[in-house]
């Protein structure tokens, strides 16, 4: 593939007609960096291996801002003039791609490898952005370093070395998941060589949350050391817009170092494929103590994929068919969220949506009384003898205006059908897996259309073996879905 592609663009670059050579050039180059990271914009200037203008300008959108780097295209000759041309844009941080119009490239690449370092300019050529193209769809961790390289990269980075980088990166995430020293120390390395402070840092973080999740201690990291653990709010909002990374031992690893309360600080808006994968593969570990149910038929351009997680009015949120659910780790996170007040549920509502859920407290509104049953041990209110002697006539009219659920962890949620919220009792942290299990069939009639695609949802991966939780465990649910 490397060898058509640069003889592509040799055939490009000595097309007889002058306007035609420099439209296809560019063309063959935008469209290999685009293979790239498919995420950036290109804009295409109208100039082509000028002394000060760049021939392209990347862009993509990092923690709300619009970040921007040029790209120079170079026909390089004497290496001594190369590095002369370098070193008057140098100040850029540009990255400068070497074209193949002699035999001289390799020469005068090689000749600013310490003045490129210095200026945290990459310089490359097609080879080099060639083989980053392939490793990108290759190796889904290599992703990650590949579009790293192009928004903060930094060196000469030809074939060979592009081809180093992915290994040394997907070697060391591999050994971090075994908090494996040698290996994870290579990775920090080619961060720290090749990728400019910033960018180093940001994914040193991600290195060191693999390492942590699991079970290596921090002192041991062999890099530099974030003591909190944690992922910035800049770092995880990149990862979270970069291309889909279909991995999900990465994603479980990481969510060891994410807290709910963090991911609603992100700008992530609308539909993003990598907080899925974030949320489903750590949904027993990442935990809210409130939900608020926003109901009615909602707009979505996102087609089929409801239930999806988004990230909605600085709160994380759970798009249905027909509702939203906003999660947060306290009541005040969620009070700028106004829900339409409901009537309660009927008895038979209740029944029906409980099903296997464990319901140990009810309160009954008739008018302008209220009655409140308690059930002990296992049994769930709706089994008890005191709920089943309640009469017809005071069943029948009453509502059910809130309800105490009960997870499968044994922790107790107080669900309010009236004003569509849910809180957990005391302190406890309900995980997302329980408010998805033992509160949002209460609050809300699941569409037996949704009820497969929400059951898959479920699926949890498990930190010691990776195992999915099945669908038919889902309490009720399955009932449901054979009704």
Same mark, same amino acid.
């Given at each position: 593939?490397?060898?058509?592609?640069?003889?592509?663009?040799?055939? &490009?670059?000595?097309?007889p007609?002058?306007?035609s050579?420099?439209?296809?050039?560019?063309?063959?180059?935008?469209r290999?960096?685009?293979?790239?990271?498919?995420?950036?914009?290109?804009?295409n200037?109208?100039y082509?291996?000028? @002394?000060?203008?760049?021939?392209?300008?990347?862009s993509?959108?990092?923690?709300?801002? @619009?970040?921007?780097?040029?790209?120079?295209?170079r026909?390089?000759?004497e290496?001594?003039?190369f590095?002369?041309?370098v070193?008057?844009i140098?100040?850029?941080?540009?990255?400068?791609?070497?074209?193949?119009? !002699?035999?001289?490239? !390799?020469?005068?690449?090689a000749?600013?490898?310490?003045?490129?370092?210095?200026?945290d300019?990459l310089?490359?050529?097609?080879?080099?952005?060639?083989?980053?193209?392939?490793?990108r769809?290759?190796?889904?961790?290599?992703?990650l370093?590949?579009?790293a390289?192009l928004?903060?990269?930094r060196?000469v980075?030809?074939s060979?070395?592009?081809?180093?980088?992915?290994?040394?990166?997907?070697?060391g995430?591999?050994?971090a998941?075994?908090?494996?020293?040698?290996?994870?120390?290579?990775?920090?390395?080619?961060?720290s060589?090749?990728?400019?402070p910033?960018?180093?840092?940001?994914?040193?973080?991600? =290195?060191?949350?693999?390492?942590?999740?699991?079970?290596?201690?921090?002192?041991g990291?062999p890099?530099?050391?974030?003591?909190?653990?944690?992922?910035s709010?800049?770092?995880?909002?990149?990862?979270?817009?970069f291309?889909?990374?279909?991995?999900?031992?990465?994603?479980?690893?990481?969510? &060891?170092?994410?807290?709910?309360?963090?991911?609603?600080? =992100?700008?992530?808006s609308?539909?993003?494929?990598?907080?899925?994968?974030?949320?489903?593969s750590?949904?027993?570990r990442?935990?809210?103590?409130?939900?608020?149910?926003?109901s009615g038929?909602?707009?979505?351009?996102?087609?089929?994929?409801?239930?999806?997680?988004?990230?909605?009015?600085?709160?994380?949120a759970l798009?249905?068919?027909?509702y939203?659910?906003?999660?947060a780790?306290?009541?005040?996170?969620?009070?700028?969220?106004?829900?339409d007040?409901?009537?309660?549920?009927?008895?038979?509502?209740i029944?029906r949506r409980?099903?296997?859920i464990h319901?140990?407290?009810? @309160?009954?509104r008739?008018?302008?009384?209220?009655l409140t049953?308690?059930?002990?041990?296992?049994?769930?209110?709706?089994?008890?003898?005191?709920f089943?002697?309640?009469?017809e006539?005071?069943l029948?009219p009453s509502?059910? @205006?809130k309800?105490?659920?009960?997870?499968?962890?044994g922790?107790?949620?107080?669900?309010d059908f009236?004003?569509?919220?849910a809180r957990?009792?005391?302190s406890?942290r309900?995980?997302?897996?329980?408010?998805?299990l033992?509160?949002?069939?209460? =609050?809300?009639?699941?569409?037996?259309s949704?009820?497969?695609?929400l &059951?898959?949802?479920?699926?949890?991966?498990?930190?010691?073996?990776?195992?999915?939780?099945?669908?038919?465990?889902?309490?009720?649910?399955?009932?449901?879905?054979?009704?």
């Amino acid at each position: 593939m490397s060898t058509s592609y640069a003889a592509a663009l040799r055939e &490009a670059l000595f097309d007889p007609d002058p306007n035609s050579s420099v439209r296809r050039t560019k063309e063959l180059v935008g469209r290999e960096l685009l293979d790239v990271d498919p995420r950036i914009d290109i804009k295409n200037t109208e100039y082509f291996n000028h @002394t000060f203008s760049p021939d392209f300008v990347l862009s993509w959108p990092e923690s709300g801002r @619009t970040q921007k780097r040029f790209v120079f295209l170079r026909l390089p000759g004497e290496p001594k003039y190369f590095v002369e041309e370098v070193q008057e844009i140098a100040n850029l941080h540009p990255i400068i791609f070497g074209l193949e119009g !002699d035999n001289r490239l !390799d020469e005068s690449i090689a000749s600013v490898q310490d003045l490129s370092y210095e200026s945290d300019t990459l310089v490359t050529d097609v080879h080099g952005i060639n083989r980053l193209a392939q490793n990108r769809q290759e190796r889904s961790i290599a992703n990650l370093v590949s579009s790293a390289l192009l928004r903060g990269g930094r060196g000469v980075i030809n074939s060979s070395e592009a081809n180093n980088i992915s290994t040394s990166v997907t070697q060391g995430f591999d050994a971090a998941r075994r908090a494996e020293p040698g290996p994870t120390e290579l990775a920090v390395e080619t961060f720290s060589r090749h990728l400019t402070p910033g960018k180093s840092r940001q994914m040193t973080q991600f =290195l060191q949350a693999v390492w942590i999740s699991s079970h290596g201690r921090i002192e041991g990291f062999p890099g530099p050391r974030d003591l909190s653990g944690d992922i910035s709010d800049e770092s995880l909002e990149y990862l979270l817009h970069f291309e889909p990374i279909s991995d999900p031992e990465f994603w479980r690893a990481l969510g &060891a170092s994410v807290t709910v309360d963090q991911i609603s600080r =992100l700008e992530v808006s609308g539909y993003h494929e990598n907080l899925q994968s974030l949320i489903q593969s750590n949904l027993d570990r990442l935990w809210s103590r409130n939900l608020r149910l926003h109901s009615g038929q909602l707009p979505t351009t996102t087609g089929d994929r409801s239930p999806f997680w988004s990230v909605s009015r600085q709160a994380l949120a759970l798009h249905g068919d027909d509702y939203i659910a906003y999660f947060a780790q306290s009541s005040a996170d969620l009070k700028h969220i106004k829900t339409d007040r409901g009537h309660g549920l009927s008895v038979a509502d209740i029944r029906r949506r409980a099903q296997e859920i464990h319901v140990s407290e009810l @309160t009954l509104r008739g008018g302008s009384e209220s009655l409140t049953v308690e059930a002990q041990g296992r049994q769930s209110v709706l089994e008890t003898k005191t709920f089943s002697s309640l009469p017809e006539s005071v069943l029948v009219p009453s509502r059910v @205006t809130k309800a105490t659920s009960n997870t499968p962890s044994g922790q107790e949620i107080h669900c309010d059908f009236v004003e569509r919220d849910a809180r957990a009792v005391t302190s406890a942290r309900i995980s997302l897996e329980d408010w998805l299990l033992a509160a949002l069939p209460l =609050l809300w009639p699941i569409s037996s259309s949704e009820l497969p695609r929400l &059951a898959n949802s479920f699926r949890v991966i498990s930190q010691d073996e990776l195992a999915f939780v099945e669908s038919d465990q889902l309490p009720g649910m399955q009932a449901e879905i054979d009704e």
